[in-house]
C-alpha cells in the first residue's frame, strides 16, 4: 500500500500562485509502474481530475487547467507536484493527490490510493 500526504494549499488571490506537493511512502515498487494525478472537489461537486502524469512522464490536464497549472514528479523523491497559477476563484476546491497503476489513476474509482487533501482557496 502507498501512502500519500499532501502539502502547500492556502488561500490565495485572484491570479495568483501556488504549489502543491504529494510525497508518497510505503511499498512504492509494488505500485510500479505508478501514474500520479491531482484531483479537486469543490463544495457541492463530485470530485474531478485536474491533471496526471505516468511514470514515464506523459501528462494530461482537464480543459478548465491547460496553460495555467503544470504537473510534475520527481521519482527519486517519490513526490508528485502541481505548480498552479493564474489561479481564479472557481478553482477553489480540495486537491487531493492520487495515485494508481498506469492510467487507471484518471478514473476515480480504480484510484489505488488517495492523500488526505489540502485546501485551496481562491479569493476575487
Known amino acids: 500500500q502507498v501512502q500519500l500526504v499532501e502539502s502547500g494549499g492556502g488561500l490565495v488571490q485572484a491570479g495568483g500562485s501556488l504549489r502543491l506537493s504529494c510525497t508518497a511512502t510505503?511499498?512504492?515498487?509494488?505500485?510500479?509502474?505508478?501514474?500520479m494525478a491531482w484531483y479537486r472537489q469543490a463544495p457541492g461537486k463530485q470530485r474531478a481530475l485536474v491533471a496526471a502524469?505516468?511514470?514515464?512522464?506523459?501528462?494530461n490536464y482537464a480543459d478548465s487547467v491547460k496553460g495555467r497549472f503544470t504537473i510534475s514528479r520527481d521519482n527519486a523523491e517519490n513526490t508528485l507536484y502541481l505548480q498552479m497559477n493564474s489561479l481564479k476563484p472557481e478553482d477553489t476546491a480540495v486537491y487531493y493527490c492520487?495515485?494508481?497503476?498506469?492510467?487507471?489513476?484518471?478514473?476515480?474509482?480504480?484510484?489505488?490510493?488517495w492523500g488526505q487533501g489540502t485546501q485551496v482557496t481562491v479569493s476575487s
Open positions: 502524469i505516468t511514470s514515464g512522464g506523459t501528462t
Open positions: 510505503g511499498n512504492i515498487a509494488g505500485a510500479n509502474p505508478m501514474a
Open positions: 492520487a495515485a494508481g497503476r498506469n492510467l487507471r489513476v484518471v478514473i476515480p474509482t480504480l484510484v489505488d490510493s
